[in-house]
């Protein structure tokens, strides 16, 4: 539990000065929050973004 709570406080400290920025940093910070997502989800059900032979899995 404690870990989540630094992990949390830590993602504020990144986001609100990334979310008042606003624009293209904001665009590319969910583009890649989004990517993450995707493939954390695929990796949960055994698939990969990449197949595994090529050597590139998130």
Same mark, same amino acid.
């Given at each position: 539990?404690?870990?989540?709570? &630094?992990?949390?406080?830590?993602?504020? !400290?990144?986001? $609100?000065?990334?979310? %008042?920025?606003?624009?293209?940093?904001? =665009? &590319?910070?969910?583009?890649?929050?989004? !990517?993450?997502? $995707?493939?954390?989800? %695929?990796?949960?059900?055994?698939?990969? =973004?990449?197949?595994?032979?090529?050597?590139?899995?998130?």
């Amino acid at each position: 539990m404690k870990v989540r709570v &630094i992990t949390a406080i830590v993602a504020l !400290i990144i986001f $609100i000065p990334i979310l %008042l920025l606003g624009g293209n940093t904001l =665009l &590319i910070l969910s583009l890649l929050l989004g !990517i993450v997502g $995707i493939s954390e989800f %695929l990796r949960m059900k055994h698939r990969f =973004l990449f197949p595994q032979k090529h050597g590139l899995v998130f």
